[in-house]
């Protein structure tokens, strides 16, 4: 459902005139733990079949802001209707939500995780939570590295902040939450983007590009340095005609280095 600018205003976020027009703003989390080998592993989920956006696609764990998360990023010290807190609130929130892993929140054990995931799936606000709990999250443990808004009338518009972070350790299995997601695993930026080219998983356009900028560093601590040497700035991907054929680009200074699909190529959505 895309909501109107004075939806927004109500919510509290003031920084209106940023958000492209109709965009439903989210936030997304690309979690990365050490591999036994080779470069880190990232968190991976599986849309299920039957979800109106990007209908079985792999993608990193996140969803949409909810009014609550600006309530949560204000407590943590964020000016009142900042997008970027309530991002960072939405993409730890959404991932418990979605895999049961707690990222960003140290004092939370394994144990209570699930209650808390429980208690979020059934409706319970986590500013809520965190109050009763006198318990607070780790917001800056976030790497900020991306924006993408891409406008396709295929699918719905969604005006989606990047964060990248460290796994934290974990003993117990990560499940998904079923309304939403089929699958979930681990795997390399290079391994993912290898399985999608064997046809194996299928993967949309901003997850590729983003992919392919995470498979060019080897951990968590080289992307840190990466995303740090160029700014996060909106990406809304343009169509082009190149050797009389239409491609799919993005800007060539935020740090991809793939900018450009074949436009028949492209899943969008």
Known sequence: MTRPESAL?????????????????????VIMRPASTGPDEILMVKRSSNMAFAA????????????????????????????????????????????G??????????????????????????????????????????????????????????????????????GHELTVEEAEHSHIFWASAKDALAMA??????????????????????DFEEFSVHAGQFPVELVTPWIEERDGRPYLCIPDHLGYPVTGEAFDRVRRG
């Open 101 to 170: 892993l707690a990222v960003g929140w140290p004092s939370l054990s394994e144990h209570d995780s699930s209650d808390v995931r429980r208690a979020l799936l059934g409706g319970e606000l986590l500013s809520d939570i965190l109050a009763a709990r006198n318990d607070r999250v780790a917001l800056d443990a976030l790497v900020p590295f991306a924006r993408w808004c891409p406008n396709f009338k295929e699918a719905r518009t969604f005006d989606t902040r990047f964060y990248a972070v460290s796994a934290p350790q974990h």
């Open 56 to 99: 079985g696609a792999v993608v990193f764990p996140g969803g949409r802001i909810d009014p609550d998360d600006f309530t949560v990023a204000q407590r943590h010290g964020f000016a009142e209707g900042d997008t970027d807190g309530a991002a960072r609130v939405a993409a730890l929130r959404e991932t418990l939500e979605e895999t």
């Open 197 to 218: 080219d064997a046809g194996e998983i299928s993967i949309i356009f901003p997850t590729r590009r983003n992919l392919e900028r995470l498979s060019q560093v080897n």
């Open 9 to 29: 205003i109500e919510w509290g976020m003031t920084d209106t005139s940023t958000l492209p027009d109709g965009a439903i703003p989210a936030a997304t989390l």
